[in-house]
């Protein structure tokens, strides 16, 4: 009986040092600050979409959602944004102006020559020196070092595709 009257002064108590705290945009807890979500830039956005593809199988050809190939995989995510890429890895290396892979940002495509001399890998660069991209090896959307020595080995150039303040538009994306 004596617990229940606790539990319930508890709870009124509890409230009431609620109810009298200061709104703020964030609040701090022990070893955690949570904030007001804060607008992504649209490059941080392509990120975040291919983010959603982590894990996802490979399926050479394939773009269903459920399996995904490199450039059906960079297909997909910029789809999101109103930007039509063709299917193949050098059909989308045409797209985009060269970027030196020393001036990379976020969103920018990075080509590789893994099978045949024209582009035949696509990832997307993530930042912080990694790459998002679907796996032939791993068999899966995955992140990947962009200095590991396999794809230095066969890196060609970048691409950017041009991204205005409302979205990606296929209008952006300039021929070679």
Do not use: W
Not at 144 to 163: E, G, M, S
């Amino acid at each position: 009986m004596v617990k229940k009257y606790l539990i319930v002064a508890f709870l009124i108590f509890g409230n009431h040092l609620v109810a009298d705290a200061p709104t703020a945009d964030y609040v701090e807890l022990p070893y955690l600050i949570v904030e007001k979500p804060v607008a992504a830039s649209e490059k941080n956005r392509v990120l975040v979409k291919a983010q959603e593809y982590l894990g996802t199988s490979y399926g050479f050809g394939n773009s269903s959602g459920i399996q995904t190939d490199c450039s059906g995989f960079t297909q997909q995510v910029f789809k999101e944004f109103g930007v039509s890429l063709p299917r193949s890895a050098a059909e989308q290396s045409k797209y985009g102006s060269k970027v030196d892979i020393n001036n990379l940002e976020v969103g920018d495509l990075l080509f590789y020559r893994t099978y045949k001399k024209e582009p035949s890998h696509v990832a997307i660069y993530a930042g912080d020196g990694q790459i998002i991209h679907a796996s032939y090896r791993n068999k899966q959307v995955q992140y990947d070092a962009i200095d590991k020595a396999y794809y230095k080995k066969r890196f060609i150039y970048a691409k950017r595709l041009t991204i205005d303040d409302q979205n990606l538009s296929s209008d952006y994306c300039l021929k070679n």
